[in-house]
């Protein structure tokens, strides 16, 4: 759409799924945290679906950016890859992502065991569609955990 004015990157942010359901529990936003669980389960399989298929107007330019690992040990690997896929000289950044704050949500205690299962048979489904998370071809992609 936008290719003939300029180029566009996408970095896509992924969460953990059973983070992503219990985030706004307390707001019964989608009627439920398993109702919002199949809600964010959609959305992150057409999402899925169109950078797979390059449907955002032609070849599709996007990083796959996991906040489970903008803490610690892995945040210099993951600056680095930001930097080198925006095309940014500098690949080091003392203070980038240092205010990310991960879900403090357990799961478990926000939804119980039942709840949590019905979750986690959500997560499965999602892997399967093998939609989520994305792929390149032929390239190595980090492991974003599901």
Not at 50 to 71: A, F, I, Q, S, Y
Not at 132 to 138: C, K, M, Q, T, V
Request: hydrophobic letters at 35%; aromatic letters at 8%.
């Amino acid at each position: 759409v936008f290719s003939q004015y300029a180029h566009i990157k996408f970095v896509v942010l992924h969460r953990p799924f059973l983070s992503v359901a219990v985030s706004h529990s307390e707001y019964k936003v989608d009627g439920g945290i398993v109702e919002h669980g199949e809600v964010m389960s959609g959305h992150l399989q057409y999402l899925g679906k169109l950078m797979k298929e390059e449907k955002l107007g032609g070849k599709v330019d996007w990083m796959l950016l996991c906040t489970d690992r903008l803490r610690g040990s892995e945040r210099d690997a993951v600056v680095g890859d930001l930097a080198d896929f925006l095309g940014w000289d500098k690949r080091d950044c003392d203070h980038c992502f240092e205010r990310w704050i991960d879900s403090r949500k357990n799961p478990d205690s926000v939804a119980g065991d039942k709840i949590v299962g019905k979750l986690k048979e959500q997560k499965k489904a999602l892997a399967e569609t093998g939609l989520w998370p994305p792929r390149h071809e032929g390239k190595s992609e980090p492991d974003c955990s599901l």
